[in-house]
């Protein structure tokens, strides 16, 4: 038995006045957690839209949870914990108000980890939504949707405005969900410390198109920075999977995303240094790279 | 119960090596005795705030390691083998002596004058 | 999704509650002013009128445009139901609050010129003509709320609107067959009051039956 996948994007298109997403495919297995990172205006919170059924495609297929979206919502959103960044509350009612009304609506509400969360995410109940600065009604958004326990979680930029402690407490309460291998979260940050720290795997997204999308691990191990120096009058044989090449006089710094120990074989006694590189690095020298390749 | 490790994104080496030292130095200190069960691999991803297929790597990386034994459905477990406490530290005096080597290539030293370091060392450490 | 749309028309009154009751009292001390005859009675009628109408305006406003601009779209939409949902729950909802001020003042006003003695029984076909016209008037607000993201457009439907009544008041007013009988100790029935009331009824029905294929086939939601 072939175990449904949580999110399947197939080739989806979705046109704009000034952008368009173009032939994005996306999948996500129960069990994973997967970071999606990409620069502001990328299609991010577009993608996120189409998964949860908030706008139809022009072309391709949208499926979550095995529902096709977004025709089949009303079913699908039973299971998904979506919170967005710019999500609001209902201005006149109190933190408890909302508990009650989301719990009225999910069999699965947790009234005993609702209460941890509320008391972890330091929230108060009787307080006025009106009156939570924006992180705190981000915390709150968190708490309402966590304390179902909803199968699938997309989020856009949870822990945007949060401080240490608070986004501390949102990762572990994200890795807690993750105990269970049938669940699984896609969520989208600008914290690629977080995302190298906690995803499975990553999916990177520049100007509407997909840039690259592979587990985390794979990443760090295939890009690396490499520090050459080279005498004067000697040139570099010509290297396959080269991403960037800075010279400096005789020193020469490669990016390379399909690293081996034969490269540095290959390149001998001019090695003076190999970098691993952070996520960060890895996300800014892909997209450069895709930027150059499709002549932008 | 894992409180004590700790995975650091500002060390330089990669989060799964270093989850693989910090379990490999309990074994070799005798803390996580012969035969004990490891936690789950979602179980420690959890408290480590780290990803399941970085804790994973870790796992399999051990297990062709010789160091632990994963048992299909039932869990991981430290090796059942006579000395590998022994045999963890001595992995780990011959990863500190290959980067001594290096260094002493890179000072332009002789295997022999290398040698006389480590004996040096050595006094000093009896001294004290 | 009968749970959900109940919790839902639910949540409409408990977070317009305030401006429920304080419209109905408004409502309610203007016609207790108009009560007493002559002066009193063209300002209470007129607070009686402001109430009502400002009633709709504000329920449109902080029950549709509100909820968009303030972003608890996105939460209502993260609930177990269709866009097209949204619009018909939306649509109910408010409507039903919209309808109790709007009868509780509408009798209120019915009854205050049968009980009280100094008020010519002969205003009551165009009273009810009027209590028509302002509920037909809400369900344009409506209507047009729930189609509308530009708070533009929405500023223009509420100013027509609100043109309408003091247009309706006059012209309606001014119809002869009408007219002549506002003073009259018995309210006159004839066809002028049946053919205004038919198309009151008539933009009731396509104010309200428009969402149901328009918004609500709408294919983005955001």
Redesign the interface.
Known sequence: MTTTKHIEMRNVRKAFRFFTLEDLSLDLEP???MGFVGPNGAGKSTSI?LM?????PDAGEVRVLGHAM?DA??????D?????D????????SVG?HMR?VA??YPGWDPQYAKALVKRFNLRIEQNVSGLSSGEHVKT?LML?LARRPRLLILDEPTSGLDPVAR?EV??EL??V????DRSILFSSHNT?DV??????ITFIDRGRLVDSN???DF?ERWRRIQLQVPAGTTLPDLPHLVSRVADGQFVTLTTNRFSKDLVAFLGSSVREVH?MSLEEIFVANVMHHREARGE | MYSGINISQTDPRPMYLQIMEQIRARIAAGDWAAGKELPSIRALAAALNVSVITVKRAYLDLESGGVIVTRHGKGSFVADVNGLAGELKAEELDEHLAAAAGIGRLLGLTPDELAQRLRRATRTLDRK | MNMLTRKLIAKEFYLHRWLIVGSTAAGLAGLAIAAEGAMRFNIGMLTWLTAIIAFGVMLAMLGIANERKERALQFVLSLPLSPGDYVRIKLIGLLLCYLVPWAILSAGAVVLLLVRPNLPDGLLPFALLLCGFMLANFSVVLCGALHTASEGVMTIVIIVTNMNVTLFIFLVGAVPSLNDHLHAAAPVWNDAFWIVLAAEAATLSIALSLPYFVAARRRDSI
């Open positions: 069990g994973q957690i839209r949860t059924g908030l706008l139809t977004p919502q009303a079913i699908a959103k039973r998904i914990g979506f919170v967005s710019d999500m609001r509350l209902f201005g006149h009612a108000w009304f009225s609506l958004v949707a501390h990762l572990t890795m807690d993750l105990r269970d291998e410390v190298e720290r906690i995803s499975d795997r587990d985390k691990e760090l691993r």
